[in-house]
């Protein structure tokens, strides 16, 4: 059974500070996607990653991929308030186009 | 605009009242499925579609029942509702012709069975 695991689970920062949630996989892939949640609200699909080495940047976030790991990561440069939600991560093992969400990291900008 | 939508978004039922939560997208998108996300838990796949007519289970499918018959539509049906189904339940789907499974989400249902 495929396993995901982020962390941290919660994450308190001040603004301007850098950080980095990670996802950890237990089977092989190769595509490995990244949500963020604002509370009360949907998913919004942020990044997908569709192979070892892949990194994909927006703004600042940026989020890579290491498939001999197992392991992605979403960084945090320079954290806002408006980067304050629930961030997810979810793995693709190509099994009936399934996907297995990690439980999330609670991301808290502080002023 | 491109959206998944999802009716009721709120809903308070009683223990056993049949209920179907609608699910709709208006991209042509093949794959669509339904989740639950539960406190500590994350998100948990109810029941998918590849296409129409092509419906399987999830991790978490005892209760619930799902039909495909038409592209756009996946309505999600508890036919007999309990506490234990109280949740925050989303639709999402997504275009599998690209060679991965990137998912768009609907806006959520918010389901209490008393």
């Known amino acids: 059974e495929l396993k995901v695991e982020q962390n941290p689970l919660f994450l308190s920062m001040q603004e301007g500070k850098n950080y980095t949630i990670y996802c950890n996989y237990s089977?092989?892939?190769?595509?490995l996607y990244w949500y963020r949640q604002d509370p009360g609200k949907s998913l919004e699909s942020l990044f997908v990653?569709?192979?070892?080495?892949a990194v994909k940047q927006e703004g600042r976030l940026m989020a890579s991929l290491d498939t001999k790991a197992r392991l992605s990561t979403l960084h945090i440069t320079a954290a806002v308030h408006d980067l304050s939600a629930t961030y997810f991560c979810a793995v693709d093992t190509g099994t009936a186009s399934k996907l297995t969400f990690g439980t999330g990291t609670r991301l808290q900008v502080t002023l | 605009e491109a959206q998944v939508t999802q009716n009721p978004r709120y809903l308070i039922t009683v223990t056993g009242k049949k209920l179907t939560v609608t699910c709709s997208q208006n991209m042509n998108h093949e794959y669509m499925s339904w989740y639950r996300q539960d406190p500590g838990l994350g998100l948990r796949q109810i029941y998918y579609s590849m296409n129409v007519e092509v419906t399987d289970k999830g991790d978490v499918p005892e209760g619930y029942k799902v039909s495909r018959k038409e592209k756009r539509n996946f309505p999600l049906i508890l036919e007999s509702p309990s506490p234990n189904q109280t949740s925050l339940y989303f639709c999402?789907?997504?275009?599998?012709?690209?060679?991965?499974?990137?998912?768009?989400f609907g806006p959520g249902t918010r389901l209490t069975v008393l």
């Open positions: 999402a789907s997504s275009l599998l012709g690209e060679g991965y499974n990137e998912q768009f």
């Open positions: 990653l569709l192979s070892n080495g």
């Open positions: 089977t092989t892939s190769d595509r």
